[in-house]
Structures are given as structure tokens and as C-alpha cells.
């Protein structure tokens, strides 16, 4: 009995070939998820360059009411100065 027919070499060629688009189509959906995934993780970066820079800039705001320089020479330095507009009467 011989085993190799031509019905047999067709339903093999057929089976390749479905096994050959089926990897086609995994190779696609492969690079259709790092694309995304690399998206994300641009996203989660770009956030997190965000928020450092944004906390970066709000610790310098905090800084400006300190007296750093010398024309701030009448001031405590490191603190700040509030001038009271009349004195407070003792009782």
C-alpha cells in the first residue's frame, strides 16, 4: 500500500498552508501588541516626567518667599516677615 498519494500531498500542502497564514496572522498580532505596549509605556513615562517636573516647579514657588540674597539683609533669613500695620496694646 503506498502512502503517498496525491490526495495525501494535497491535504498536506493544504495543512501547511493553513499553518503558514496562521503564523502570518500571530506575527501581525504580535507586533500590534509591542506597538502598544510601547505606547503605554511612552504614556506612563511621559506622566511620570510630568508629575517630577511639575513637583519640581511647586518646590521652587514654595521657595519664593524666602530671603535668599543679600538685598534681603533687614529679614530673618529662612523665615517670613510679616510687618503688623499698628502695635498690639498691652494689657
Known amino acids: 500500500m503506498n502512502v ?3 490526495r495525501n500531498a494535497l ?9 503558514e497564514r ?3 496572522k500571530r506575527k501581525g498580532l504580535k507586533l500590534v501588541v ?6 503605554v509605556s511612552l504614556g506612563v513615562l ?4 510630568a508629575f517630577v517636573l511639575r513637583r519640581q516647579h511647586g518646590e521652587s514657588r514654595r521657595l519664593e518667599g524666602f530671603a535668599v540674597g543679600p538685598e534681603a539683609e533687614d529679614e530673618i533669613v529662612g523665615e517670613y516677615v510679616t510687618a503688623t500695620p499698628e502695635p ?4
Open 11 to 19: 491535504v498536506g500542502f493544504l495543512t501547511l498552508k493553513a499553518l
Open 34 to 39: 509591542l506597538l502598544v505596549l510601547g505606547l
Open 46 to 49: 511621559a506622566g511620570l516626567a
Open 4 to 6: 503517498f498519494t496525491k
Open 22 to 24: 496562521r503564523r502570518r
Open 88 to 91: 498690639i496694646p498691652a494689657t
